[in-house]
């Protein structure tokens, strides 16, 4: 009965340790350690998709996409996300609309004559052109009329009024004056602040 006994209690410490270590690993190692705050140098993995599942975007086969939290350079709700996450620590978020590239703007859906395109351009409905504004930044935009004289486009950016749900990992942390804590990677997609960003890149709204 002594021998079973003592038996019993070494396999509840031994099982106590295992599930020690399947929390370590499903929580990513991240128990210590630095956390992501506004102004930090950060790398992250990141997938996007749309609420019908739909996959707009991700970083999965490419070098983790590097930004300051805060700085602009992308959607409030994607800054905000990664606020206080830890190395390697993982999260799925859904951003709403509000907090991506917002509600569709009326007065971003513009007409323009069409002699005012190069004639070799044959536009039809739906397609996506790419232009450039009055800074020299380059936008996507969508034709969504034609008639005989004039050629209507959405200078929207293509995720305005949707609902965008994130799996972010943290890859990297990089305080401000401090070296680099986390993997190695040249920046990622994001571009300047006040960018408009690709349909898949969390970049800033622009507006």
């Known amino acids: 009965m002594r021998r079973g006994m003592v038996v019993f209690k070494i396999s509840w ?23 992501v705050a506004k102004g930090d140098k950060v790398k992250v993995h990141y997938k996007g998709t749309l609420a019908d599942g739909t996959v707009f975007d991700s970083s999965q086969t490419a070098q983790p996409l590097e930004f300051i939290v805060g700085s602009g350079q992308l959607i409030r ?7 206080g996450m830890k190395m390697n620590e993982e999260k799925k978020v859904t951003i709403k609309a509000e907090d991506a590239y917002g509600n569709k703007d009326q007065n971003l859906v ?23 504004d009055q800074n020299g930044r380059q936008i ?14 959405d200078l929207n950016h293509p995720l305005a ?17 401090s070296a680099n804590t986390g993997g190695s990677g040249s920046a990622g997609d994001a571009g300047p602040a006040g960018t ?12």
């Open 13 to 35: 410490e031994a099982v106590s340790i295992i599930l020690l270590a399947i929390s370590l690993v499903l929580n990513g190692g991240c128990g210590k350690g630095p956390v």
């Open 140 to 153: 996507q935009a969508k034709i969504v009329g034609l008639t005989q004289d004039t050629i209507t486009i």
């Open 196 to 207: 408009t960003g690709s349909a898949g890149t969390p970049g800033s709204t622009g507006k």
């Open 110 to 132: 513009r007409s323009y004559p069409r002699s005012s395109v190069p004639p070799n351009f044959n536009p039809q409905l739906n397609m996506i052109v790419n232009m450039q």
């Open 161 to 177: 009024e949707k609902d965008l749900t994130f799996e972010i990992k943290i890859m990297g942390i990089e305080k401000p004056g």
């Open 77 to 83: 709700g994607f800054d905000l996300a990664v606020e």
